[in-house]
């Protein structure tokens, strides 16, 4: 599949299958996804892999579709404001390169703001320097949803003189 075929197929995955996927592949991709762009190669972002007992006492809603991994993703401050919205870009650029190199294989991913704030910051033990980007749930699909409309992206588009 082409890229752009990629980009437009993958889907936020709400059901996925119990079956593991493999650690390597999970691997693999954290290292494609930190080819992300980022400012001055700051690097900001931080994985926090959620083992089952913890997953329970977040407590979501959907178990995460009951995925059989999950992982939070952490956006270090920086030492300006500017810098911090930076690293911010920079790691939802690498969890757009998670997502799809996980989709490229069959994987999906769901990515939920969980853990932002709150008692569920808390419970994963995030230090006070970094913001929580997001929750990944990543397995095998139950079911993929059809795409939901988006708005024509001329109509998005400003041409200045």
Known sequence: MNILDLIKSRRNIKKFKVDAVDSNLIQQWLEAAAMAPNHRLTEPWEICVIGPETRKKLNHKTNFGNAPFVMAVLSRHGATKVET??????TACFIQNFN??????????????????????????IPENYD??????????????????????????????
């Open 85 to 90: 919205e930076e690293n911010a870009a920079a």
């Open 100 to 125: 799809l190199a996980a989709w490229s294989e069959g994987v999906g991913t769901f990515w939920s703001s969980i853990a932002i704030k709150g008692s569920n910051r808390q419970l994963l033990e």
């Open 132 to 161: 929580v980007l997001g929750v990944l749930a990543v397995g095998y699909p139950e079911e993929i949803p059809e795409p939901k409309p988006r708005t024509s992206i001329k109509e998005k588009i400003k041409y200045l003189p």
